[in-house]
């Protein structure tokens, strides 16, 4: 089967580093993304890691080892607005797969 | 804004109908794929178009079927309306399929089967 595996909730404090992970189950893996979605919102796309290693985009970072199915998002100087849901997504040649989302707390 | 547009918005519909849903592709992108998604969950996979042609399906049932246009706007289409088809369908274009491309999703279309 295919599935992605992430946290349901994660809480962090305004100001701070949060690291949302998910390992994941696919075939004809290319790579793995990374979205967010706020309340009422479309999904918008963060970042996308094809090979193994960190990419970095401002204040988020995504991270991903092919050996170990396992891939993380990392959001650092946390703000109000990064309140949503992220998703991590596997892409394969004929469709993107979704895990179930995180929802990700911020408080003041 | 991604370019992206769906219509219409919000749709009630009686259980038995049926819907279609429509998407308009943000320009120069020839791959659509169409999501649902429920309450609290993660998109799930209906199927993708590729050049008028379907390119990929997940595991929803003969009665949701889609269509792409040469323009590349798509329509789905879901039969024999069910109270679980109640969701939010989203639409999502790419510049190419699969791959390492990015998808640039639309608004979606919240529909409701009461």
């Known amino acids: 089967g295919q599935s992605l595996e992430q946290p349901s909730e994660v809480t962090a404090v305004e100001g701070a580093i949060v690291q949302i992970n998910c390992t994941y189950q696919?075939?004809?893996?290319?790579?793995l993304s990374w979205y967010q979605q706020h309340d009422g919102g479309a999904p918008t796309f963060l970042s996308y890691?094809?090979?193994?290693g960190l990419e970095e985009t401002g204040r988020f970072s995504s991270f991903l080892s092919r050996s170990d199915s396992y891939g993380y998002l990392l959001l650092q100087e946390l703000q109000m607005k990064d309140s949503a849901s992220y998703f991590c997504?596997?892409?394969?040649?004929?469709?993107?797969?979704f895990g179930k989302g995180t929802r990700l707390h911020i408080l003041p | 804004e991604t370019g992206v547009t769906q219509s219409p918005t919000h749709l009630i519909k009686t259980r038995g109908q049926q819907v279609t849903l429509r998407c308009s592709s943000q320009?120069?992108?020839?791959?659509v794929s169409w999501y649902q998604q429920a309450l609290g969950q993660g998109p799930q996979f209906i199927f993708q178009?590729?050049?008028?042609?379907?390119?990929g399906r997940g595991n929803f049932p003969p009665r949701f079927s889609g269509l792409q246009f040469p323009n590349y706007s798509s329509e789905l289409n879901v039969n024999a309306l069910e109270l679980d088809d109640s969701a939010l369908y989203l639409c999502?274009?790419?510049?190419?399929?699969?791959?390492?491309?990015?998808?640039?999703f639309g608004q979606g279309t919240r529909l409701t089967v009461v």
């Open positions: 696919t075939s004809g893996f290319y790579g």
């Open positions: 320009s120069g992108h020839n791959t």
């Open positions: 999502a274009s790419s510049p190419n399929r699969g791959g390492s491309t990015e998808a640039f």
């Open positions: 178009y590729y050049r008028e042609e379907e390119n």
């Open positions: 890691n094809a090979l193994d």
């Open positions: 997504a596997s892409n394969r040649d004929d469709k993107i797969i």
